[in-house]
Structures are given as structure tokens and as C-alpha cells.
């Protein structure tokens, strides 16, 4: 039989066949990781950005072990040492303290406000979203109302509202850009449901007598994630920059914490006499959110299902 096959050509056009449906099937076989990896490590950027937040995030949390001094040691007699003295590399500010020592303590505070801020705005924008667009009706009126209100004021006029009337604090200070940052998550999820309860597939679940909450949570969140990704890396700096204004205006982590805000608003007294005291922690603060931002642009190309091939 099999000869016969071969003397009509068909043996060999099946075999091609074949061929041809594996090589169909192995990129539908990727997972969306491996999906979304193949296209992020294309961004040089991207990848840049990434590999620079690691490395930020790994020497503040090794603050203990990687820092020469101890970040709140006072030695008038070493204060505003330049850059590249010996046993203090980036130098000393007003009160003699190592910059660089206060540099990698400060990291953790910095890094801690902005993500556990932006966690904060991202988990509760995201329950308001996904109720005021799934079920619609007076409840989103009111609550969108009341967004629109909060979404009104300058974002760091309202955080620095918050702020007078709570208290100066670092805890203060992360509530404030935390809740800054709510009416922007709300209005991401609650546009992703408004498109998604329409489609077909979430009909179908209706009438199939799925219950609500399950359809929430297995159909409108999931399908919620990509936008909301790209929105909390992007807002991550975001939270840096506020937290770190916060504090250099006196509103948020107090002295003598190591803090890059902190350091800022104690440099800037000296910028003439001694102007790395304020450039470091600044341009610290300034390579953190240019890694966040090029990550964030990385993710939204990649996580976009126009682009992805």
C-alpha cells in the first residue's frame, strides 16, 4: 500500500502536511509568558529598564551588608566632603553623614512607598472599577461622580491636602498618594468592563446561568490585567516623585530618616558650597522613574494584542 502511495506522490505531500500543521501549531503551543517575554526582550530598553530596577531594588533590600556607614552617624568634622574622598565615595552632606549610605537606606523607603502606594490605588481602583462597571445604574452614577470630584484637583495639590489634614508622617504620605492614585485605576477597569460585558462570551456566560461574582472573576478581571500592568509600572515613579516632593516640602518622611526626598530638601541649603549633596539623591530618583517609564512602554507593546506576533 505503502508503495503505492509513494509512486502517487501522496506519501510525500501528507508527510509535508504534517510538517506544516507542527510548524502551525508550535507558536499557538507558547504560553502568554512566553508570548509576552519573546516580545519584551526585543526592547533593548525595556530590558535596560528592568535589569536597572532589579539591581536598585537587590542593593536597597542588601542595605545592611553593601552600605559602608551608618546612614544617620553624625561627624561635623566630615561634613560636605566632595565626591571620591576616601572612605566616603560620594561624599558628605551638611552634617557629615555618607551620602552613599544614605543613598542605599534611602532606596528602601522610596521603593516601599512607591509600590506599596501604587498596590494600594491599583487594589481598591480596581474593586470600584470592576463593580461600578459590571453592574451600572445609580451606583456608578454616584461613584463616578465622586471620582470626577477627586479627579478635579491637581494630583499633588489633593495629595498635599491629604496630607495637612492627616498629619505630617510617612505613613501619611503613602495613604496620600495612594488615594491620588484611585481615581486612575477606577477608570481603567471600569472602561476594560464596560467593553468586555457586551462581548458574546460574557453573554453566553449570563445565559448559562453563571453566577456574577464567578464571571467577575474569571472573565472581566483577568481580561482587566494587561492595561492595569502597564498603568502600575508607569505609576510606580509616579509615587517616587510624589513621596519624594512630599517630603522635601516637610509633609512626609521625617528627618533624620535617609530618605531621598529628605535628602533633596537638605542638599539643595547647600547647592553652591556643596551641589552632590543634592544631585545624587536627585539623579537617583530621576534613573529609577526613566527605568520605570522604559519598562512600562515595553510591557504596553508587548501586552498589546495588535502587536503581538
Known amino acids: 500500500m505503502n508503495n503505492e502511495l509513494e509512486d502517487v506522490g501522496l506519501l510525500d505531500t501528507a508527510s509535508e502536511v504534517e510538517g506544516l500543521t507542527e510548524q502551525v501549531k508550535t ?170 460585558r457586551e462581548l458574546e462570551y460574557i453573554l453566553a456566560a449570563h445565559a448559562l446561568g453563571s453566577d456574577k461574582w464567578h464571571i467577575i472573576a474569571t472573565h472581566l478581571f483577568p481580561n482587566s490585567l494587561p492595561p492595569l500592568i502597564i498603568a502600575a509600572t508607569l505609576d510606580v515613579g509616579w509615587m517616587i516623585m510624589f513621596a519624594a516632593g512630599l517630603s522635601f516640602l516637610g509633609l512626609g518622611a521625617q528627618p533624620p530618616a535617609a530618605e531621598w526626598g529628605i535628602m533633596l530638601s537638605e542638599g539643595h541649603k547647600f547647592i553652591r558650597l556643596a551641589p552632590h549633596a543634592s544631585i545624587v539623591p536627585g539623579l537617583a530618583i530621576f534613573l529609577v522613574v526613566l527605568s520605570l517609564n522604559f519598562l512600562g512602554d515595553g510591557l504596553r507593546d508587548a501586552l498589546d494584542p495588535h502587536l503581538r506576533r
Open 27 to 196: 507558536p499557538v503551543q507558547q504560553s502568554l509568558f512566553q508570548v509576552i517575554w519573546r516580545r519584551l526582550r526585543k526592547d533593548k530598553l525595556a530590558l535596560l529598564g528592568a535589569f536597572w530596577l532589579i539591581f536598585v531594588i537587590l542593593v536597597s533590600l542588601l542595605a545592611p551588608i553593601l552600605a559602608p556607614h551608618d546612614p544617620l552617624e553624625i561627624n561635623l568634622r566630615l561634613r560636605l566632603l566632595p565626591i571620591g574622598t576616601p572612605g566616603h565615595f560620594l561624599g558628605t552632606d551638611d552634617l557629615g553623614r555618607d551620602i552613599l549610605s544614605r543613598l542605599i537606606w534611602g532606596g528602601r523607603i522610596s521603593l516601599l512607598v512607591g509600590f506599596s502606594a501604587v498596590l494600594f490605588a491599583m487594589t481598591a481602583g480596581t474593586l470600584i472599577g470592576l463593580l461600578t462597571g459590571f453592574y451600572g445604574g445609580w451606583l456608578d452614577t454616584i461613584i463616578m461622580r465622586l471620582i470626577d470630584i477627586l479627579m478635579a484637583f491637581p494630583a499633588i495639590l489633593l495629595a498635599l491636602a491629604i496630607v495637612a489634614a492627616l498629619g505630617p508622617g510617612l505613613e501619611h504620605a503613602m495613604l496620600a498618594v495612594a488615594i491620588v492614585g484611585i481615581p486612575y485605576y477606577t477608570r481603567i477597569v471600569r472602561g476594560s468592563v464596560l467593553a468586555l
